[in-house]
């Protein structure tokens, strides 16, 4: 069964500093993964995903298939980035999603 | 353009009680969702649709029924609400599968309580 990982609840980084927000996942096959993000207020919306191999925001998202790994970077954080932040996997010949726990950012002064 | 409503926004039922959940979209988009969300359990989903008239169980639809009559609505229905059922409900929608056009857009929520 696919599943996506992601180990921390909650992030705390100074801004400025750099952000790396980590997810694994597991599947047999060819994966797709996106990165959504929640602001405060807001609704969940795509920021960036992998097949597009683009930089959003200033985040980008290295798709590592040997650690099956799509972590999400962005070298200095910005006090708007905080937010909460879901990993998700495709599932095969379709288009639902799988969706990681999350990751709340926290970008402090 | 709207994009993805959902009514209501807040809803408080006692155990035993039934509501249908609302979501409306006016992009034309074939696919719809319904997810809910939960402390530690991120987003998942219940149950979805590929088209109007069409219908398939998610990760959880257990105490759940949908129905997608028009392809702008699809309904969430709790036919005896149950406590464990106390959640935030996403619905999203996508055009289609494959490519660039599988980006889901959200709406808003509704949270909703059992008591």
């Known amino acids: 069964a696919q599943r996506v990982t992601q180990p921390e609840k909650l992030l705390s980084v100074f801004k400025g500093a750099p952000v790396e927000l980590k997810c694994n996942y597991s599947y047999s096959g060819s994966p797709e993964l996106f990165w959504y993000v929640q602001y405060s207020r807001q609704r969940l919306q795509l920021l960036l995903r992998?097949?597009s191999r683009e930089s959003i925001k200033g985040f980008t998202a290295d798709l590592n298939k040997g650690e099956t790994s799509f972590h999400l970077k962005k070298p200095f954080a910005q006090e708007e980035d905080s937010a909460m932040y879901y990993c998700a996997l495709k599932w095969p010949g379709g288009n639902k999603l799988t969706f990681g726990t999350g990751t709340q950012l926290k970008v402090e002064l | 353009n709207a994009g993805v409503t959902q009514t209501p926004k807040f809803r408080v039922l006692k155990t035993g009680q039934s509501m249908t959940l609302l979501c409306a979209q006016d992009m034309n988009h074939e696919y719809m969702y319904w997810y809910r969300q939960d402390p530690g359990m991120g987003l998942r989903l219940i149950h979805y649709?590929?088209?109007?008239?069409?219908?398939a169980k998610g990760e959880v639809p257990d105490g759940y029924n949908v129905s997608r009559l028009k392809k702008q609505n699809f309904l969430l229905g709790l036919e005896s609400a149950a406590p464990s059922q106390t959640s935030v409900y996403f619905c999203a929608s996508s055009p289609h599968s494959g490519g660039l056009a599988d980006t889901q857009y959200f709406g808003p929520g509704t949270r909703l309580t059992v008591l």
């Open positions: 649709s590929v088209g109007e008239g069409t219908t």
């Open positions: 992998h097949i």
